[in-house]
């Protein structure tokens, strides 16, 4: 079973090589093996959660993550009309698998290399709500995680991407400060 995933936008653009350069030194420091696949993604486990702000977590708890090029970034169907100018490069960030504490590690990695990479985070859906099926987005959906979301400080952003079935539906983008109060909230999770 497959975990969730974040993107992180980058509104410079840098070779995915030099990006490499940059990151894998850093999580070899705390995780291995950090290893690369043929189509040059990451694949790595974390040894040392302390090196992203967590206490030591079980091992058996926690899986695979990767790192990739989005190839996707920016998407002709999603909406940025809500920042100055478009997103020209994104990565993806995710986990191989779920759980509670998967979420959690690839919470706190993200939050790390956002800060690292000065990006925004793309939560790859609402927070909060399912991911939308052709019958499931709806406004009660969109009002639970507007009220959740409106509680938390630091930057949210909505937009709106084509849903594949002829709709249209929103992810959440944030800052790091919106992503710093999430991982602290009770129901933190990342979107599944």
Not at 61 to 81: H, I, K, N, R
Request: with cysteine; proline share 7%.
């Amino acid at each position: 079973m497959s975990g969730p995933a974040v993107g992180l936008w980058l509104f410079e653009p840098r070779e995915y090589g030099d990006i490499l350069a940059d990151v894998v030194p850093w999580l070899e420091s705390f995780c291995e093996p950090v290893e690369a696949t043929v189509g040059g993604d990451l694949d790595f486990w974390v040894r040392d959660s302390s090196a992203v702000g967590l206490s030591a977590l079980n091992p058996n708890d926690v899986g695979v993550f990767f790192l990739s090029e989005d190839e996707e970034m920016p998407a002709q169907d999603e909406d940025y009309s809500a920042f100055s100018r478009p997103p020209v490069q994104g990565l993806v960030l995710g986990a191989g698998c779920s759980g509670p504490a998967n979420h959690r590690v690839l919470g706190h990695l993200t939050l790390a290399l956002a800060v690292r990479l000065g990006a925004l985070i793309d939560f790859d859906g609402l927070l909060s709500c399912p991911t939308p099926r052709d019958d499931t987005g709806d406004g009660a959906h969109l009002d639970r995680a507007r009220a959740l979301t409106a509680s938390l400080p630091g930057g949210l952003t909505e937009i709106s991407y084509d849903t594949g079935g002829g709709g249209r539906w929103f992810r959440h983008i944030g800052d790091v400060e919106f992503l710093e109060a999430w991982l602290q909230h009770p129901g933190f999770h990342l979107v599944k």
